[in-house]
Structures are given as structure tokens and as C-alpha cells.
């Protein structure tokens, strides 16, 4: 996907697209194209390790991965569809209004980090792992000792 259908999807959202056309390439959108590109460069460290083209760094790399800065409209993006389409949009079109309309420039910030978490809980899981009890204790009898013969829920009798 290129920043331009990220920008249009913006636009689109903030109801800023031409009337009658629906072209999202107006004299009343002329600043925020050119805004655009220096926005999304912000924005693209904190979206890209919750896309799916996010490398694996289990390789034992010690370089962090990072996506090219954007310099134009027709630059495209290496993220997946989600972030494009449901995360980019709303972040873009809030720091975008921050200035000229707080009210929904809010909105869509929150929308935003809305979309960033249900990205991040989407991601595959890393597995899980079980936890080495290393201080022994917990499991009752003579091993619960350690934490003065006290059980799971013993409280409640004291």
C-alpha cells in the first residue's frame, strides 16, 4: 500500500474529500498532503513491530529492525493491511487536526491507539513457556513450611 491511500482513507474520515467528486486532492487539502509524509515517518516506529512484516528477531540480531522514511505520496509502505487500513488512518487524521479541531483530533488519536492494541493482541504468540519453581514452596504439605504452613487461601481462617 502507498502513503497515498493511507492520506485518502485520512481525508476520507476527516470529511475533508471534495463534495461532490469525492477527490481527496483539493486546494483545501494541499497542506495536509504535505504534511503527510513527515506524519507518517512519526508514526511508523510505533506501528511497525505489531505488523505482520515486522522480521523475527530471533536470529539473534542486535540491530533493530526499521522501515525507510517516507518522502512522498507514492511511497509505499511495507505493512500489512490491518496497519494501513485501520490503524495509519486514524493516527494520521488526528495529528493532523491537532491544531484545527482538538475535539476530533482526539477522537481519532484514541481511535488510533484503539486499533494500535487490538494490533498488538493479534500478533502470533512467542509460546509460553512454563516457569521453573527455583524457591520450592506452594504445593502444600511439608514444602508449604517455607511459607509458614500457610496454603493457597489459608487467610481467610486467621
Known amino acids: 500500500m502507498i502513503v ?12 475533508a474529500q471534495n463534495e461532490s467528486t469525492g477527490s ?8 495536509y ?10 508514526l511508523l516506529d510505533q506501528v511497525y ?17 526499521f522501515l525507510p522514511s517516507v518522502s512522498s505520496l507514492e511511497d509505499e509502505l511495507d505493512l500489512d493491511a490491518y496497519i494501513c ?10 495529528l493532523l487536526l491537532t491544531e484545527e479541531n482538538p475535539t476530533q483530533a482526539n477522537f481519532f488519536w ?10 498488538k493482541s493479534r500478533l502470533p504468540s512467542s509460546g509460553i513457556e512454563s516457569v521453573e519453581d527455583v524457591y520450592g514452596g506452594g504445593e502444600g504439605g511439608e514444602s508449604a513450611l517455607g511459607w509458614g504452613g ?7 481462617r486467621w
Do not use: C, W
Not at 110 to 119: G, I, M, P, V
Not at 150 to 156: Q, V
Open 110 to 119: 484514541q481511535t488510533y491507539l484503539e486499533n494500535l492494541n487490538a494490533a
Open 49 to 65: 513491530p505489531y505488523s505482520g512484516t515486522y522480521p523475527s528477531v530471533e536470529d539473534g540480531s542486535s540491530e533493530r529492525p
Open 85 to 94: 487500513r485501520n490503524v495509519l488512518p486514524f493516527g494520521l487524521a488526528g
Open 24 to 31: 481527496t486532492t483539493t486546494a483545501d487539502t494541499k497542506e
Open 4 to 15: 497515498q491511500n493511507v492520506f485518502d482513507q485520512a481525508i476520507h474520515l476527516m470529511d
Open 33 to 42: 498532503a504535505l504534511r503527510t509524509p513527515n506524519i507518517i515517518n512519526t
Open 150 to 156: 500457610i496454603e493457597y487461601g489459608g487467610f481467610g
